[in-house]
């Protein structure tokens, strides 16, 4: 018999969790507050997202965790690990078999379907926390649709790189209502979050928030009208294993050589393209 309950919160949590996800979806961007729990691993490494995970995954759910494009990092195959161990559901690596999707830092290159969740790990919910310290102003600010602020860090850094400089948690306006902080993936994944067919949802432990963008929402990314948002462009570079160019690269240095060469940061979306090339 196991030490733990399924999937290892008691239901009473599980339950919690889920009205907090059930408000999200009802009003899309809105940081829902929760009574995030003390989970076996340390806050900041991806708590509020194996909260969601642990609430919503069924015995009949396929599982998949990556954290910044890989399904082997520490992080990853530890959450894995948990959640397979206190509910027994099959993993894999490939982004078409999962029915959950947990990340930290990426949204998977495979287009997502409407029989998908996934579930995002948020360091820093608050897109407005560089503006403002306190969350009861912030939260006011959110109710009267304040966002000066917001485009205020963006025109700052206009005016000192002439572009917008912000790589990541780059704030989204969805449905017209909220701006929210899309986690910390990178702006070549903010419009895959636009329209998107599976449900988008974004835990925050350690701030104990919960948020979420239904499918086939519209979100749009902070932009002026003279300079348009833009992703990450990586002209003129390809991925070393594979030779794409459509996809977010990562950075080496060949040791050896001293040379600089890109791989493709989604490393299963790269084993599958191999593999495919391969006839495996």
Request: glycine share 6%.
């Amino acid at each position: 018999m196991s030490l733990f309950p399924f999937a290892f919160l008691d239901e009473q949590s599980k339950k919690e969790i889920r009205r907090a996800v059930l408000k999200g979806v009802a009003i899309p961007g809105y940081q829902v507050p929760f009574a995030s729990r003390e989970m076996p691993i340390g806050r900041g490494w991806g708590t509020g997202g194996l909260q969601i995970t642990l609430s919503l995954i069924g015995e009949s759910d396929v599982l998949k965790v990556i954290d910044q494009g890989s399904d082997e990092s520490v992080n990853a195959v530890n959450i894995k690990k948990l959640v397979q161990k206190t509910t027994g559901v099959e993993t894999t690596i490939h982004t078409s078999e999962a029915t959950m999707i947990q990340s930290r830092h990426r949204i998977p290159e495979v287009p997502l379907r409407n029989d998908q969740i996934m579930i995002l790990q948020v360091p820093e919910p608050e897109p407005l926390r560089h503006v403002e310290r306190s969350e009861f102003k912030t939260k006011q600010m959110h109710a009267e649709k304040e966002y000066s602020g917001a485009y205020l860090l963006l025109f700052e850094q206009i005016m000192r790189y002439n572009q917008t400089s912000q790589g990541a948690d780059y704030p989204v306006f969805v449905h017209d209502r909220y701006v929210m902080n899309p986690s910390p993936i990178p702006r070549f994944d903010n419009p895959k979050i636009h329209q998107s067919e599976a449900l988008m949802l974004f835990g925050a432990g350690r701030e104990k928030k919960i948020y979420a963008v239904p499918a086939y929402t519209k979100v749009k990314s902070l932009a002026f009208d003279d300079y348009p948002f833009e992703i990450e462009k990586f002209e003129g570079k390809f991925c070393r294993a594979t030779g794409l160019s459509n996809v977010f690269l990562d950075e080496f240095t060949d040791e050896e050589t001293g040379e600089t060469y890109y791989l493709c940061n989604d490393t299963s979306y790269m084993q599958e393209y191999l593999d495919q090339k391969r006839g495996i």
